[in-house]
């Protein structure tokens, strides 16, 4: 199994370029089974995209993939003769979002069984509110043998839906089956994150219909889409990680070709914290600082600082003055890098849904071990602020959202190892 062996207190200068985003690619890729011909750009070349590619095979779809080019073309021959399309436990429980494939297989077969996820790691994360959108659209949908079974073999029909809670993903879901129902859909009390405006907007270049106005979606649906090319936004969450890296006293990094606006509330924080950031045109160059204030977050849906940024975002309040705080809101179990970072001498301590850190800490290396994506970075994120060796296990979590790495952290001076 691969480990990543990294050396600490290197001062990290340079620029990193930001990839495609993960999160917007995987809803536009189950989207793609509604159109008949399309084209992925900027697609980030992580784990997490090649199961969702290995999904679409699975159902039918033809794939073309070029690492060099960033791209996948997807032709789609799929129709309301193909009635056995199955969305496999083996794909679906490594990637939660294959899920998203529900709504845009029953709009264009009629019918699917796609596999229930299962647990997961921050979280219960059940899918009670994607199979309540589905119902409402009209689909029957009953749960046998670890299997949603869906069917609407006279389409969906355009309803109105107002979601008790925000969720990205049922609000996307929901939208990639309302988009080839029969007359209008309203959604509302959805979730807003600049991923479900990218697939929006990749849906209408498509040929939608869909607006959006504050938490309320509005669908006309459509039966005939273009043949179209489409560029994904780049990932705000990696960018969100890179900036907090550069956090600290020395360090300076620069990122081109990204939309400020989209972090907005990421840059109001760690200006708060003491950090600075400097934002031109679509530049923002970070500049650490050697004195950090206490903070206190709660993480919620956006335009709410992102649960996604939650653990690396604790890794620089070790090093703030005082007790900083973060109310983590979206998952109940979110708090996994914690015992690893108190390992590597962080003085954190978590009541509930808070965690209190403690700073200024020193951290020192330790062999610790990664436990889901965002945890993962967290680790290596300390192990840069860390005197001496970190060694970092189960970095197959990382791999599935983070694109090169070490290769962007070593451009920058940093000393990552990657070993088998
Ligand atoms: C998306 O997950 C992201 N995944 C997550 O990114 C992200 O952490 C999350 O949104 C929140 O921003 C992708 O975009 C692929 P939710 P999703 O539905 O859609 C509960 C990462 O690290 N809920 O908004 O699964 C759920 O349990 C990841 O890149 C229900 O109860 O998140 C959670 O507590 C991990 N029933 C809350 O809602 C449902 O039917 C929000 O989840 C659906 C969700």
Same mark, same amino acid.
């Given at each position: 199994?691969?480990?990543?062996?990294?050396?600490g207190?290197?001062?990290?200068k340079g620029?990193?370029?930001?990839s495609?985003s993960?999160?917007?690619?995987?809803p536009?890729?189950?989207?793609?089974?509604?159109?008949?011909?399309?084209e992925?750009?900027n #697609?980030?070349?992580?784990?997490?995209?090649f199961?969702?590619?290995?999904?679409?095979?699975?159902?039918?779809?033809?794939?073309?993939?070029s690492?060099?080019?960033?791209?996948? =073309?997807i032709?789609?021959?799929?129709?309301?003769?193909n009635?056995?399309?199955?969305a496999?436990?083996?794909l679906?429980?490594?990637?939660?979002a294959g899920?998203?494939?529900?709504?845009?297989?029953?709009?264009k077969? +009629?019918k699917?069984?796609?596999?229930?996820?299962g647990?997961?790691a #921050?979280?219960?994360?059940?899918?009670?509110?994607?199979?309540?959108?589905?119902k409402?659209?009209?689909?029957?949908?009953?749960?046998?043998?670890?299997?949603?079974?869906?069917?609407?073999?006279?389409?969906?029909k355009?309803?109105?839906? =107002? /979601?008790?809670?925000?969720?990205? +993903?049922?609000?996307?879901?929901?939208i990639?089956?309302?988009?080839?129902?029969?007359?209008?859909?309203?959604?509302n009390?959805c979730?807003?994150?600049?991923?479900? =405006?990218?697939?929006?907007?990749?849906l209408?270049?498509?040929?939608?219909?869909i607006n959006?106005?504050?938490?309320?979606?509005?669908?006309?649906?459509?039966k005939?889409?273009?043949?179209?090319?489409?560029?994904?936004? /780049?990932?705000r969450?990696?960018?969100?990680?890179?900036l907090?890296?550069?956090?600290?006293?020395?360090?300076?990094?620069?990122?081109?070709?990204?939309?400020?606006?989209?972090?907005?509330?990421?840059?109001?924080?760690?200006?708060?914290?003491?950090?600075?950031?400097?934002?031109?045109?679509?530049?923002?160059?970070?500049?650490?600082?050697?004195?950090?204030?206490?903070?206190?977050i709660?993480?919620?849906?956006?335009?709410?600082?992102?649960?996604?940024? %939650?653990? %690396?975002?604790m890794?620089?309040?070790?090093?703030?003055?005082?007790?900083?705080?973060?109310t983590?809101t979206?998952?109940?179990?979110?708090?996994?890098?914690?015992?690893?970072?108190?390992?590597?001498?962080?003085n954190? /301590?978590?009541?509930?849904?808070?965690?209190?850190?403690?700073?200024?800490?020193?951290?020192?290396g330790?062999?610790?071990?990664?436990?889901?994506?965002?945890?993962?970075?967290?680790?290596?994120?300390?192990?840069?602020?860390a005197?001496?060796?970190?060694?970092?296990?189960?970095?197959?979590?990382?791999?599935?959202?983070?694109?090169?790495?070490?290769?962007?952290?070593?451009?920058?001076?940093?000393?990552? =190892?990657?070993?088998?």
């Open positions: 199994m691969q480990r990543l062996i990294i050396k207190k290197k001062k990290l620029k990193i370029k930001i495609g993960k999160n917007a690619t995987l536009i890729l189950a989207a793609s089974i509604l159109s008949n011909s399309s992925i750009k #697609i980030p070349l992580v784990n997490d995209i199961t969702m590619v290995k999904l679409l095979k699975f159902i039918g779809l033809k794939c073309i993939l690492k060099k080019k960033k791209t996948i =073309k032709f789609n021959k799929l129709t309301k003769s009635k056995n399309i199955i496999p436990y083996k679906v429980k490594t990637m939660r899920v998203l494939v529900l709504g845009p297989i029953l709009n077969c +009629g699917a069984k796609v596999s229930l996820p647990g997961c #921050i979280g219960s994360r059940p899918v009670d509110l994607h199979l309540m959108a589905l409402k659209l009209g689909a029957k949908i009953k749960i046998k043998n670890g299997y949603i079974h869906a069917t609407a073999l006279k389409g969906l355009g309803t109105n839906i =107002k /979601f008790p809670f925000i969720s990205v +993903g049922a609000t996307e879901n929901a990639l089956a309302a988009f080839g129902a029969e007359g209008k859909t309203i959604l009390n979730a807003i994150e600049p991923e479900i =405006k990218d697939l929006v907007n990749y209408n270049k498509l040929g939608g219909k959006i106005k504050k938490r309320k979606i509005t669908i006309r649906g459509v005939e889409t273009r043949k179209i090319s489409y560029k994904v936004m /780049f990932d969450i990696e960018l969100g990680t890179y907090i890296s550069a956090g600290t006293a020395g360090n300076e990094i620069s990122f081109s070709n990204v939309d400020k606006k989209v972090i907005n509330t990421e840059i109001k924080i760690l200006k708060k914290i003491g950090v600075k950031v400097i934002c031109k045109k679509n530049k923002i160059t970070v500049i650490g600082n050697n004195k950090l204030k206490k903070v206190s709660k993480t919620g849906p956006y335009p709410g600082f992102p649960t996604d940024l %939650q653990a %690396q975002i890794v620089l309040m070790t090093q703030s003055e005082g007790t900083s705080k973060i983590e979206i998952f109940e179990n979110r708090f996994m890098h914690v015992p690893e970072l108190r390992r590597m001498g962080a954190i /301590f978590i009541k509930n849904n808070h965690a209190y850190i403690k700073g200024p800490t020193k951290l020192s330790a062999e610790v071990m990664a436990t889901d994506l965002r945890a993962s970075v967290s680790l290596v994120l300390a192990a840069l602020l005197e001496n060796r970190t060694i970092i296990n189960r970095i197959y979590h990382l791999d599935r959202g983070y694109q090169h790495l070490e290769k962007k952290l070593n451009n920058c001076r940093a000393n990552i =190892k990657r070993i088998n």
